[in-house]
């Protein structure tokens, strides 16, 4: 129990600049005193002690502006920043080292009985203000932008924003950072491929990056089986693509 107490402590210190001493977390950090009482409400809750449960919730919720549901499952080193106005639901799920900033809402989305919030795998971070809802899962490490509102599967390692929620970062795949290099290599702006593109230009250029990466492997297998054959080729080498839009050509110079 009082290793639980001095991690949630510690998980202050480690996500808020502001914390001072233990002493302080403990006597004004509302985000802490939520999670302890949760901590006893869900116990309560799992020994079939619901209205207790229920009771002591609605107590921490008056007393910190923090609404947790006593059913809700919550991991280790949760930290809720601030906190005013957060709402966990019954059915969320919450994994290790996951942060919450103030308005968020990990809600549900139907009145039917079941699993109906959130699940939040490892290391989540959920910006102030954006409202997470249905029976989704957020991959561990993602981040979650202020103010999104998310209804869909947010995949390990990406960032969400907006309304609708959308990703604009996450790890790239092999076959991406295949086109990411052909992009360099050909001196092509390799942002023109992301997922804020227009569906129909991303996948022409996707398709062109694909086709030039193809072509470029077999002109090297080619040149290869030439040299092994005893032809001696005397290729010039490609020039780099790497000039900007304000640099003047080389003949111009001068």
């Not at 227009?198 to 002109?219: E, G």
Request: charge should be neutral.
């Amino acid at each position: 129990m009082f290793e639980r107490i001095q991690e949630d402590i510690n998980c202050v210190f480690e996500r808020d600049p502001a914390a001072r001493s233990a002493f302080e977390v403990i006597l004004s950090y509302p985000g802490f005193h939520a999670v302890r009482i949760h901590r006893l409400a869900h116990w309560l809750w799992r020994h079939q002690m619901k209205l207790a449960a229920r009771v002591l919730s609605a107590f921490g919720r008056w007393l910190t502006g923090i609404e947790i549901h006593p059913g809700a499952v919550i991991g280790r080193r949760f930290f809720i920043d601030h906190g005013m106005g957060v709402v966990i639901g019954e059915t969320t799920c919450i994994g290790d080292d996951c942060t919450l900033y103030h308005g968020v809402t990990l809600g549900g989305t139907s009145w039917e009985k079941g699993k109906r919030h959130p699940t939040l795998e490892n290391d989540v971070v959920v910006g102030a203000g954006a409202k997470v809802l249905g029976p989704i899962t957020v991959g561990r490490g993602a981040r979650i932008g202020s103010n999104a509102v998310v209804v869909k599967d947010v995949p390990e390692g990406a960032t969400v924003v907006g309304i609708p929620g959308h990703i604009v970062g996450r790890k790239l795949s092999g076959k991406v950072q295949q086109r990411h290099a052909m992009a360099k290599k050909i001196g092509f702006d390799a942002y023109g491929t992301t997922q804020d593109m227009p569906d129909p230009v991303a996948r022409a250029i996707d398709c062109l990056l694909d086709h030039l990466h193809v072509l470029d492997s077999r002109n090297e297998k080619i040149c290869e089986a030439l040299n092994r054959l005893g032809e001696r080729l005397d290729l010039p080498e490609l020039p780099p693509c790497e000039a900007t839009l304000d640099e003047e050509p080389a003949e111009k110079k001068g």
